[in-house]
């Protein structure tokens, strides 16, 4: 069965740190990118960070770019998400998916996320 | 890019063909997915590359347009359809997601 698990949050003070993982199984893990989206409370889904299948190319939101860090190790088939100076703002459920494409008429990629985690709660508070 | 979704919310009954709209600020081809989200679970592909079904997804639902205007429908609403659904736009980073359509019970 195709699954990703997230797991590391919990309650941190503002200004403080922590590291997401999102243990993947059931696939070939380097041959997909990945993403983090987030969810505040009573709040809509907002896109955080990807990365390719090779951790060769990242990408950020502005929300939290220069303070998150999206990496992946393929040998243990994880991805991560290092979270730092956090703000109260960030505090969310945070999702880890699987990107998958599909190619149409040999040069058109379209993008989606077909699996998702249930998620893990960060709380920023004092 | 930013997406519009319209309506915020609706109300429908059991049955009822239902039309949600979203608005994309600049054209994107057709790299849009749509997702139903259930309270305190993740959400759940429904249609991918604006009118491709995921696998598993009843044929009730069903996707439609290119360039800046996408629809979602729903021919005939069940009761576990009950849910709030999210576009996204996969066409360039960041991918943004609609604000959310949440549809309720009349």
């Known amino acids: 069965e195709v699954q990703v698990l997230e797991s590391g949050g919990g309650l941190v003070q503002p200004g403080g740190s922590l590291r997401l993982s999102c243990a993947a199984s059931?696939?070939?893990?380097?041959?997909?990118?990945m993403t983090w989206v987030r969810q505040a409370p009573g709040k809509g889904l907002e896109w955080v960070s990807g990365i390719s299948g090779s951790g060769g190319s990242t990408y950020y939101a502005d929300s939290v770019k220069g303070r998150f860090t999206i990496s992946r190790d393929n040998s243990k088939n994880t991805l991560y998400l290092q979270m730092n100076s956090l703000r109260a703002e960030d505090t969310a459920v945070y999702y880890c998916?699987?990107?998958?494409?599909?190619?149409?008429?040999?040069?058109?990629?379209?993008?989606?996320?077909?699996?998702w985690g249930k998620g893990t709660t960060v709380t920023v508070s004092s | 890019i930013q997406l519009t979704q319209s309506p915020s919310s609706l109300s429908a009954s059991v049955g009822d063909r239902v039309t949600i709209t979203c608005r994309a600020s600049?054209?994107?081809?057709?790299?849009l997915a749509w997702y139903q989200q259930k309270p305190g679970k993740a959400p759940k592909l429904l249609i991918y590359a604006a009118s491709s079904l995921q696998s598993g997804v009843p044929s009730r639902f069903s996707g439609s347009g290119s360039g800046t205007d996408f629809t979602l429908t729903i021919s005939s609403l069940q009761p576990e359809d009950f849910a709030t659904y999210y576009c996204?736009?996969?066409?360039?980073?960041?991918?943004?997601f609609g604000q959310g359509t949440k549809v309720e019970i009349k």
């Open positions: 996204q736009q996969l066409n360039s980073y960041p991918r943004t």
């Open positions: 998916a699987k990107d998958n494409v599909v190619v149409v008429a040999t040069q058109y990629y379209y993008y989606y996320m077909d699996v």
């Open positions: 600049q054209g994107i081809s057709s790299s």
């Open positions: 059931g696939f070939t893990f380097s041959s997909y990118a």
